[in-house]
């Protein structure tokens, strides 16, 4: 039986999939996997990349935290914002990148955990971008907007 998997936002229902084999998904203690009959679970997100994989293809979006609860076979994410790999734009998440390490080496005590979010958040959804750079085998990706 494959899992149920919502991806939730305060704005929007980002995704419903009902075929849905696997959730690979940036706990706060590390990756966390999750396959059909997974026992109950709720726990922490990490800004990073959470993996949708179904029927031999795999779908990737950026989450910059929140909740992940496992009840039976139905997977929910709650983030506090979330991204699919195609709604990334490369060259705003370069800039936020740059201008969090600028921060975070200039920053105060005071200032300095919010410069590492920012720049964790930036190298998250970087890397969402490079797997799906990866997956596309070379061929040209579009960027949102172009």
């Given at each position: 039986?494959?899992?149920?998997?919502?991806?939730?936002t305060g704005?929007?229902?980002?995704?419903?999939?009902?075929?849905?084999?696997e959730?690979?998904?940036?706990?706060?203690?590390?990756?966390?996997g999750v396959?059909?009959?997974?026992?109950?679970?709720?726990?922490?997100?990490?800004?990073?990349?959470?993996?949708?994989?179904?029927?031999?293809?795999?779908?990737d979006?950026?989450?910059?935290?929140?909740?992940?609860?496992?009840?039976?076979?139905?997977?929910?994410?709650?983030?506090?914002?979330?991204?699919?790999?195609?709604?990334?734009?490369?060259?705003?998440?370069?800039?936020?990148?740059?201008?969090?390490?600028?921060?975070l080496?200039?920053?105060?005590?005071?200032?300095?955990?919010?410069?590492?979010a920012s720049?964790?958040?930036?190298?998250?959804?970087?890397?969402?971008?490079?797997?799906?750079?990866?997956r596309?085998s070379?061929?040209?990706?579009?960027?949102?907007?172009?």
């Open positions: 039986m494959p899992l149920t998997l919502e991806i939730i704005e929007r229902l980002l995704l419903r999939r009902e075929d849905v084999d959730v690979i998904a940036p706990g706060s203690l590390g990756e966390l396959l059909p009959n997974h026992a109950p679970l709720i726990t922490s997100l990490q800004p990073g990349e959470l993996r949708v994989k179904s029927g031999g293809s795999e779908d979006f950026f989450v910059s935290g929140g909740f992940l609860e496992v009840q039976s076979d139905q997977v929910t994410v709650l983030a506090d914002a979330a991204e699919r790999d195609s709604e990334i734009d490369l060259e705003r998440a370069e800039t936020a990148r740059q201008r969090a390490r600028e921060r080496d200039q920053a105060t005590d005071a200032d300095r955990a919010r410069a590492q720049l964790s958040r930036s190298l998250g959804r970087l890397k969402v971008l490079e797997r799906r750079r990866r596309t070379g061929r040209e990706m579009a960027r949102p907007g172009a």
